[in-house]
């Protein structure tokens, strides 16, 4: 069975850090892109990043409102993907889901974790 | 950056055809996905590469895309459908980033 279990989330003051975590299992980690989706509350969805897997080189895409600040890793040995997230800003404010992507070609997102909520606030 | 529009909500009573529309410019020409989110709980892919059903999807969901318009048809709605859909595409350009419609709430009179 595929699981993804996101922790690390919390309340932080803005310009703070945080990194939170993805745990997996039930699948071959190293052979998936994994992303993060966020969704502020009562909001929609947002794409937050990817990280392809070592056969795609491990390349990383962010979201324009993202970029330069997050930054998403992987550990294939500890079959956790990451998601680094610095100068955190009150619209960041959202649950956080680790995604599994099973295409190369038309990035989806087939299974997803339970979220976890990241609240940034003064 | 790329946009796909959709209505933001629906409403019919059981037993009718549901059809949720995502709008993009020449969206014929991505791959549209599908996903379904009820209040509380993480999305579900409900549809992928625009008519392909993940296994455990009832036969009543199915996807078209043409044109500027992608549509994901609920056949013989049940109160169980009653959720926010969201229409999601992989835009390759410059931008290479997923985009996401705003979300379609779903509700079954």
């Known amino acids: 069975e595929v699981q993804l279990v996101e922790s690390g989330g919390g309340s932080v003051q803005p310009g703070r850090s945080l990194r939170l975590s993805c745990i997996t299992s039930g699948f071959t980690f190293g052979d998936y892109t994994m992303s993060w989706v966020r969704q502020a509350p009562g909001k929609g969805l947002e794409w937050v990043g990817l990280?392809?897997?070592?056969?795609?080189?491990?390349?990383?895409e962010y979201a324009a409102s993202v970029k330069d600040r997050f930054s998403i890793s992987r550990d294939d040995s500890k079959n956790i993907a990451y998601l680094q997230m610095n100068s955190l800003k009150t619209e960041d404010t959202a649950v956080y889901y680790c995604?599994?992507?099973?295409?190369?070609?038309?990035?989806?997102?087939?299974?997803w974790g339970q979220g976890t909520l990241v609240t940034v606030s003064s | 950056s790329y946009v796909l529009t959709q209505p933001p909500s629906v409403s019919l009573a059981p037993g009718e055809t549901a059809k949720i529309t995502c709008g993009g410019d020449?969206?014929?020409?991505?791959?549209v996905h599908w996903y379904q989110q009820k209040p509380g709980q993480a999305p579900v892919l409900v549809m992928y590469f625009d008519s392909d059903r993940p296994s455990g999807i009832p036969e009543r969901f199915s996807g078209s895309n043409s044109g500027n318009t992608a549509t994901l048809t609920i056949s013989r709605v049940e109160a169980v459908d009653e959720a926010d859909y969201y229409c999601?595409?992989?835009?390759?350009?410059?931008?290479?980033?997923?985009?996401f419609g705003g979300g379609t709430k779903l509700t079954v009179l």
């Open positions: 020449n969206i014929g020409g991505y791959t």
């Open positions: 999601q595409v992989w835009d390759s350009g410059s931008d290479h980033a997923g985009v």
């Open positions: 990280i392809r897997g070592k056969t795609y080189g491990e390349t990383i």
């Open positions: 995604t599994r992507d099973p295409s190369r070609s038309s990035p989806h997102f087939d299974y």
